[in-house]
């Protein structure tokens, strides 16, 4: 398989240590080759840069994308859907606008770089499904999880803006249910499970935030999953540290485990709690564990 | 109650004179918002919004209506324009290709320029350009990543990131504000 430039972002990195973890342990086991470059990236320039300063966020990310092109690649790679979001659309905008991608260059003269237009972005959801493939995982698995009935939670910027994204619509067949039912666990279908957690008013409005969050986690809690997977550090967070945030504040209680996708790939293929860093994970997993049989 | 009648609170007049024609046409020349005058009040936007299921303060439909109606001075001093998730559901659905969100984000813009802005945003503009990251490293965390093998978050690179705010005039945007309100 090809080789991508990573990019973890800095959320992944910093709070969801264990996503970085289990996707670095599982790459190599599904022939995913990734190449960083020696120091050289920096913040994504997300959303809410993007919300303050339009060629600030621009041109922070282009620079990044520059250093794709330096290292001699043509897709990054990011586990991050604010990275995502973020960069895609920054490759998008600069790909169909030559008068932007000039103004960027301008920019990026004074710290010696060029974007030249030529980055694709990709979520490392769809490098799993679209590079490695449900057959290459399947013959990965080593631990059944069949016994595990998981809802999903894709997080809203895998999928939208659906312009950026190149699809129709947003809330249609997701591929995410075939990644899961890969590692063998059942993808339980539930109510709003696409919809928002809200993750990106967190200090902005905590009650905003938490009364979103709230509603996702009595949907949840209706599906009776074992528990919830997703690809997105925010949306981990909401659910990992913020439902206890919600439990706290409402006096009630979900006690809903939250993993990675990665995470539960690693437990598929035979890896321990430890090896996978799940030990940070602030709502236990010992109920999950105990299903599948894993230390 | 005595008459047994309905309360019902009453809104102002809206007044042309406190409308801005051109506001409309502001946002529609700008890159994000340039779909914005498509826009036919439906509604659909507003009946999936994820934020106005929890809230009733939150309505995109609002924000649009107002932005197209002129109410430029409400629209940008106001709260609302930062209180969407930015997940991009009403754009998905709008039967007009109304870039809704993106429209919200470069009302966004202008009111940062107009001096508007939620603390928890300048805070994280101030962690990206003081360290790199929107979400800064800190010492324990990384002591855990060194147990889990893992690197720390690289800060090469923070020279560039930084040359690059005062280049396109975002840290003086960021800091010169902070002065103006310490002197205030």
Not at chain 1, 107 to 129: M, N, P, S
Not at chain 1, 171 to 191: H, M, N, P
Not at chain 1, 221 to 244: I, R, Y
Not at chain 2, 28 to 38: I, R, V
């Amino acid at each position: 398989m090809k080789e991508f430039a990573l990019f973890p972002g800095c959320l992944i990195p910093e709070r969801v240590p264990s996503y970085e973890v289990s996707l670095r342990q599982t790459a190599e086991k599904l022939d995913v080759n990734f190449a960083e470059p020696e120091g050289e990236w920096t913040c994504c320039a997300p959303v809410g840069i993007l919300s303050l300063d339009y060629l600030t966020s621009l041109s922070i990310g282009a620079r990044n994308l520059a250093v794709v092109e330096e290292m001699g690649l043509d897709t990054m790679c990011t586990p991050c859907n604010g990275c995502f979001e973020g960069l895609d659309r920054i490759a998008s905008i600069l790909g169909k606008e030559p008068e932007t991608l000039a103004k960027v260059n301008e920019i990026l003269a004074e710290v010696d770089k060029e974007y030249k237009g030529t980055v694709q972005v990709r979520h490392l959801a769809e490098i799993y499904f679209d590079d490695v493939g449900v057959d290459k995982i399947k013959e990965t698995m080593v631990k059944p999880l069949d016994a595990l009935q998981v809802g999903i939670r894709p997080g809203c910027h895998l999928f939208r803006p659906i312009e950026v994204i190149g699809i129709d619509f947003s809330e249609r067949y997701f591929f995410l249910d075939d990644l899961i039912e890969a590692t063998g666990a059942e993808s339980v279908y539930y109510q709003h499970r696409l919809r928002c957690c809200g993750g990106l008013l967190r200090n902005v409005s905590d009650d905003l935030t938490e009364g979103m969050l709230r509603e996702r986690l009595m949907e949840l809690k209706e599906a009776e999953v074992d528990c919830l997977v997703t690809v997105c550090p925010l949306c981990f967070l909401q659910f990992d540290l913020g439902q206890k945030l919600v439990e706290r504040k409402y006096k009630e209680k979900y006690n809903i485990p939250t993993l990675t996708y990665s995470e539960l790939l690693g437990l598929g293929m035979g890896m321990s709690a430890d090896e996978l860093g799940l030990a940070t994970h602030r709502i236990k997993l010992d109920k999950v564990l105990a299903k599948i049989g894993v230390d | 109650m005595s008459k047994g009648e309905i309360e019902v609170p009453i809104k102002e007049p809206i007044r042309s004179k406190d409308l801005d024609p051109n506001f409309k046409y502001e946002i529609a020349d700008t890159s994000l918002g340039k779909n914005l005058n498509a826009c036919f009040k439906c509604g659909a936007c507003s009946g999936g919004c994820p934020v106005g299921i929890v809230t009733e303060v939150y309505k995109p439909r609002e924000v649009i209506g107002k932005t197209i109606l002129g109410m430029r001075e409400e629209v940008l001093a106001g709260d609302q324009i930062w209180l969407c998730a930015t997940c991009y559901t009403c754009e998905d659905r709008c039967p007009q290709k109304v870039n809704i969100t993106d429209v919200i984000l470069t009302l966004r813009n202008i009111a940062f320029r107009e001096g508007h802005a939620p603390k928890a945003l300048i805070e994280q503009a101030k962690s990206m350009i003081e360290t790199g990251w929107v979400q800064h490293p800190t010492a324990s965390m990384d002591k855990r990543r060194e147990e889990l093998g893992l690197k720390r978050l690289p800060k090469k690179a923070l020279e560039d990131l930084q040359t690059i705010v005062k280049a396109t005039g975002f840290y003086d945007l960021i800091y010169g504000k902070e002065e103006k309100e310490e002197k205030t």
